[in-house]
């Protein structure tokens, strides 16, 4: 995480219980975190915000993923990563971590 100063994370996902289980998981190692359960709300965040991490779970419609990847090119933050998160919590903050380093 070095050169990044409280990384920015968004966590999309189907379930409210999920994404705010990650969030807390997150929060704990230092991240900042929005969540969303709608790819409408994403795409209009991502007008306006700055991300380093779009965050999302398995259970979220493949079509939303490339309704976001297509829509981060035009965004404020058109380097954002993206993480397609399948399985259980233990690997997420490895993963985001190792997104944040390429």
Known sequence: MEGIKNPHVLIFGKHDYIVQNVAALLHKEGFTT????DVNEILD??????LDVILVSGAVNPHHCLDIRKAIASSASPNAKI??????????IREVRQALSL
């Open 34 to 37: 929005v969540t969303f359960l």
């Open 45 to 50: 965040h991502l007008k306006a915000h700055l």
């Open 83 to 92: 993480i397609e998160h399948n399985g259980g919590p233990a690997t997420i």
